[in-house]
């Protein structure tokens, strides 16, 4: 019953910012941790931010000094800002949450909003 549902991604150039959205909904008891993942083209799907219910932050080090994980607790939804793109930025990135339901810890994933850098 849970549903992760991102948005902001698009076409930038290199240097350019964009600011990814995930809005989670359904049946959360507790919301443990939300994350982003990015996944390209042949390459094995990565972490790139995440962050817990107390806002502990955690990053990529490819993505450090460049992208800010943020989140609305009431809300539900984690924020990406992706500063100072890159080309190796492009990817499917893909919104994540590790939350508590009837006692059990599930993750549950987005569908995924594509991040293309380019010229």
Not at 10 to 21: A, D, Y
Not at 40 to 46: C, T, V
Not at 63 to 81: C, E, H, M, P, W
Request: aromatic content about 6%.
């Amino acid at each position: 019953q849970v549903r992760l549902v991102e948005s902001g991604g698009g076409l930038v150039q290199p240097g350019g910012s964009l600011r990814l959205s995930c809005v989670a909904s359904g049946s959360i008891d507790s919301m443990f941790v939300m994350g982003w993942h990015r996944q390209a083209p042949g390459k094995q799907r990565e972490l790139v931010a995440q962050i817990t219910r107390g806002g502990s932050t955690n990053y990529v080090d490819s993505v450090k000094d460049r992208f800010t994980i943020s989140r609305d607790g009431a809300k539900n939804t984690v924020y990406l800002q992706m500063n100072r793109l890159e080309t190796e930025d492009t990817a499917v990135y893909y919104c994540n949450a590790r939350v508590v339901q009837s006692g059990v810890i599930n993750s549950h994933w987005g569908q995924g909003t594509q991040v293309t850098v380019s010229s």
